[in-house]
């Protein structure tokens, strides 16, 4: 019976630890996405595709990272990820024109990106490594353009309706966290200003069905995008 107990506690104590220890290792992973963001983006353009401009201090992050993994030298496709991990990693400490895969008059165009030691940890480097080529591949940017092909396809006010997120609370003939569109729009149709304001400063408690559920504001829209929008709804 001791030897049971004993052994129960050894268990209880092991899993405990194990735990802990997994969760101080997750805390402590940095986030690649987020270093992205505070590290490289006072240089390079994030967005995928770029729109680019002549005034850009280094070439977008989406042909930095297209630019290496195309051209880092592998044996086989499954070590290409890591290759271009461990070349980034590398040269990001280390930069040289022999290392770069810039051809000459980017080289001009940009220079040659300055050393970030002491400025970046070897850690972080990785985190942003292991980010920048499992977010800007082939693959993402086949689902982004499909996505906005999608949306030049379909007419302005539903497209900034799903542009903006509304269809994630609103249906258009179902009820979802909100109301649907065509409740809405039954209820304000002779009153589109309302719906623009509900939209533009948020609204709560106007439909008892929602259950006290908060609507952001959506300040960022401008007069003319909230009058599509507007009018697009009442037309629901």
Request: proline share 5%; with cysteine.
């Amino acid at each position: 019976m001791k030897n049971s107990l004993k052994t129960f506690l050894a268990l209880t104590l092991l899993l405990l630890f194990t735990a802990c220890s997994q969760e101080k290792t997750a805390r402590n992973t940095p986030d690649g996405k987020a270093l992205l963001t505070s590290k490289c983006a006072s240089c390079h353009n994030l967005e995928m595709p770029p729109e680019t401009s002549p005034d850009e201090l280094a070439p977008p992050m989406m042909a930095v990272a297209f630019h290496v993994y195309d051209f880092i030298k592998v044996s086989t496709p499954a070590e290409k990820v890591p290759s271009s991990i461990a070349f980034v990693k590398d040269y990001v400490f280390n930069p040289t024109k022999e290392k770069s895969f810039c051809d000459e008059k980017s080289l001009k165009d940009y220079g040659l990106m300055p050393s970030q030691k002491g400025k970046l940890s070897e850690d972080e480097v990785e985190a942003i490594a292991i980010y920048m080529f499992d977010h800007y591949n082939q693959e993402n940017f086949l689902k982004i353009m499909k996505q906005r092909e999608i949306l030049r396809n379909i007419e302005v006010g539903e497209r900034l309706a799903r542009k903006n997120g509304c269809l994630s609370c609103h249906g258009i003939k179902k009820k979802k966290m909100g109301p649907s569109f065509s409740a809405i729009a039954q209820r304000y149709k002779d009153n589109s200003k309302q719906i623009s304001e509900s939209i533009s400063l948020g609204s709560q408690d106007r439909w008892r069905e929602s259950r006290h559920a908060k609507m952001p504001s959506f300040k960022q829209m401008t007069n003319e995008e909230l009058k599509t929008l507007s009018q697009w709804i009442i037309e629901q």
